[in-house]
């Protein structure tokens, strides 16, 4: 196609032209990809949010209205994409993990500018020092970490468990990461 501009190929894309709705998809992907890995830092999530940018963009054409920008409308809808991920893997990913993930960023030179990887090693490494850690808590911090991040309890079966509130588990969790953490730079590991 000609070089049309950006609202202009989204009014024939509304109309069904599907070469002029691959003509924003060819001008957008390089950048909207490059926007989606520096937000994820993670080359599979920042391909599949360049798919995901495209596919709502698609679905929604018959209710996009010209609005400031195109570039700055498409750009909103992968940036709020590659947030919600992040917020996502963050919720699924256990204090441990991001305690690793933490050690892992602090202290090692990165394998690759986008994600960090462990070998069996490392792992093994980090686990012991941890549980080691672990075991400078009191028991009531050493109980609730093991139920909440090694057992995968959510607050409300912690608090069934323990005969307390939920408010009292969140609490406390907060204590004994917080405990956690210290232990673990008082060792060295953690230099923040």
Known sequence: MRSLEDWELIALAKQGNHE???SLVERYKSPIY???LYLTRNIQNAEDLVQ???IRLYKNLPYIEPRAQFKT??????RNLALNQIRNEQR??????RLLDFWNYNHKEPRSNVSWTWSPEEKNELNSIIQ???LELSPEH???????EMQGLDYESIAQVLGCQVGTVRSRLA???AQLRKVIKEKGVLVK
Do not use: D, P
């Open 34 to 36: 490059t926007l989606c």
């Open 175 to 177: 204590r004994a990461r």
């Open 52 to 54: 995901e940018t495209f």
């Open 132 to 134: 080691q850690c672990m």
């Open 142 to 148: 050493r109980e609730i970490l093991l139920l909440r």
């Open 73 to 78: 409308f498409i750009f909103g809808i992968a």
């Open 20 to 22: 002029a709705f691959n």
């Open 92 to 97: 699924k990913k256990s204090f441990l993990t």
